[in-house]
């Protein structure tokens, strides 16, 4: 099963998009109330928490990691077939 794209969170207020939620149906999702966020509440919830809110914490955790190794070195180009 896989979700649509966009950003979900839970009641604890944790933030994921579809590829970060724990899988849809199972234990932690329902405990989690894991839902989608309406379009309507992202800038709210961008004014009251920040910019980060409406970001996936794994990927904005990724992004932070890559950002920060990839400082003074060169990219590895893509491959592409
Ligand atoms: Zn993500």
Redesign the pocket.
Known sequence: MSLPAGLYWSEQGER?????TPYPGSDSWRSGRWAPVPAVAMPELARTHGADAV??????A?ARNESNASKGRVRPRKVTQ
């Open positions: 994921a998009c579809q590829d970060h970001l996936c914490e794994t990927c904005a990724k």
